[in-house]
């Protein structure tokens, strides 16, 4: 059964602290691997695709790495703005290209 | 360019009702999708559309139907709301092909069932 788990629940940053969260997943045919921002009351934002093991993705303070098993999404000296909810997500099979989301990791920097 | 536009935003319904939850996209995308996300669990798939005239269920549908009669709309209906229908609804647009592509979300209804 295709699955995605995140891990941790919840992170707490000192601004200025470094750290990653992780996804790991059990997917058939796996297509594509998602990184999501959410913030409270809001709907997912789009961060990051990743195809293959062995690619990165950077964005600002964030950057996504992609191996056969998990996914990491570093990020680099985050500031209070960076607090949000993170989510993963992996595309697999043939045809409709819905997603498999995992829990998300609740970040929360704080000054 | 709205993107993935949903109404209402918030809604409270007694057991029992029905209701419509919409939602609308400007992007010209395909695959439309309608997801709910609960406390402590990931997104999950309710129902999709890979096209205007096409619908099938996804991980959750009992309780839902859909329809999608243009490239644009994608209304999720509530037959007869209960208490575990209580939840966050998104939906989300994306274009079609082969490849692995970005799914785009709205705001969500945050929908109460008393």
């Known amino acids: 059964e295709d699955q995605v788990t995140q891990s941790p629940e919840a992170l707490r940053l000192q601004e200025g602290e470094s750290s990653s969260l992780n996804c790991s997943y059990t997917v058939s045919g796996l297509r594509g691997l998602f990184w999501y921002r959410q913030d409270p009351g809001k709907g997912p934002e789009f961060l990051f695709t990743?195809?293959?093991a062995g690619e990165e993705k950077e964005k600002e303070r964030l950057k996504a790495t992609l191996t056969k098993k998990e996914s990491f999404l570093h990020i680099t000296a985050p500031k209070p703005e960076d607090s949000a909810t993170y989510l993963c997500?992996?595309?697999?099979?043939?045809?409709?290209?819905?997603?498999?989301f995992g829990a998300g990791t609740r970040l929360a920097v704080h000054p | 360019n709205a993107g993935v536009t949903q109404t209402p935003k918030f809604q409270v319904l007694k057991t029992g009702q029905s209701m419509t939850l919409q939602c609308a996209q400007d992007?010209?995308?395909?695959?439309m999708s309608w997801y709910r996300q609960d406390p402590g669990m990931g997104l999950r798939l309710i129902h999709y559309s890979v096209g205007a005239g096409i619908t099938d269920q996804g991980e959750v549908p009992n309780g839902y139907n859909v329809s999608r009669s243009t490239t644009e709309d994608f209304p999720l209906r509530l037959l007869s709301a209960a208490p575990s229908q209580t939840s966050v609804y998104f939906c989300?647009?994306?274009?079609?092909?082969?490849?692995?592509?970005?799914?785009?979300f709205g705001p969500g209804t945050r929908l109460t069932v008393t």
């Open positions: 992007m010209n995308h395909e695959y």
């Open positions: 997500a992996v595309q697999a099979g043939r045809g409709y290209n819905k997603l498999i």
């Open positions: 990743l195809y293959s």
């Open positions: 989300a647009s994306t274009g079609a092909g082969t490849g692995a592509y970005e799914q785009y």
